[in-house]
């Protein structure tokens, strides 16, 4: 089965800095990659997302980079705030070709902004 | 519209006894996951329903651990003889389906915490 690793565990950054948390997987079959977002006590919510058949997705301060023949994948967050503290979790998976959908979390990363 | 809703939103139990945590799924999701989330841990899969196929059992832990789901909607997983080690965040989410990419919708959880 698939098996995501994530790094680092933890992340502290200035506010204005920024954040780069990577995802390496181990199925060359997956081909979807998501990456959420946990406030601490909230639920997971989604924060951007990339398919295998592109290298990188933008959204504002938000970017993600996907490397298919390396088999990892990375969030970038430029000019970090405060509200960008949380815990972010990549994900992989692939669409089903007569098995199930179920993506594989990583372990997720703590990231802290200092004002 | 309404997301997904979870009950109870905290459980405390004393060892032994079962319990029984609800999902609604947002209407028309058609694929709905079970997902437990130990303190400072990431997201483990345990079981997933799509539509009136048979569930995706192979997250559960044990045999203590049992999901249904009615059609396309409510889904209940019951734990039962609870143990100190399955006190923890049970998160539900659901998604469109798995035929696309499909963003996943999780609920605020259940907190169950066994004495």
């Known amino acids: 089965g698939e098996n995501v690793e994530q790094h680092p565990s933890t992340l502290s950054v200035q506010e204005g800095d920024s954040a780069v948390i990577k995802c390496t997987y181990s199925?060359?079959?997956?081909?979807?990659f998501p990456w959420y977002k946990q406030e601490l006590g909230k639920r997971p919510q989604l924060i951007i997302d990339?398919?295998?058949?592109?290298g990188e997705k933008k959204d504002q301060r938000i970017a993600v980079t996907l490397n298919k023949t390396a088999k990892h994948f990375s969030l970038h967050i430029t000019e970090t705030q405060p509200e960008d503290s949380a815990v972010y979790f990549c994900?992989?998976?692939?669409?089903?070709?007569?098995?199930?959908?179920?993506?594989?979390f990583g372990r997720g990363t703590s990231l802290i902004v200092h004002p | 519209g309404a997301g997904v809703s979870q009950s109870p939103s905290n459980k405390v139990t004393e060892k032994g006894k079962d319990v029984e945590l609800r999902c609604d799924p947002i209407?028309?999701?058609?694929?709905l996951y079970w997902y437990r989330q130990r303190l400072g841990q990431g997201l483990e899969f345990l079981i997933y329903?799509?539509?009136?196929?048979?569930?995706?059992k192979s997250g559960l832990p044990s045999d203590r651990f049992s999901a249904e789901r009615t059609g396309e909607s409510v889904s209940t997983l019951t734990i039962q003889r609870t143990q100190q080690e399955d006190s923890a965040v049970y998160l539900c989410?659901?998604?469109?389906?798995?035929?696309?990419?499909?963003?996943?919708?999780f609920g605020p959880g259940t907190r169950l915490t066994v004495l």
């Open positions: 989410a659901s998604s469109l389906s798995e035929r696309n990419y499909n963003e996943q919708f």
């Open positions: 199925d060359s079959a997956s081909n979807y």
């Open positions: 990339i398919r295998s058949n592109v």
């Open positions: 994900a992989a998976s692939r669409t089903p070709t007569g098995g199930s959908y179920i993506p594989t």
């Open positions: 209407s028309g999701h058609t694929a």
């Open positions: 329903f799509q539509g009136n196929s048979a569930p995706d």
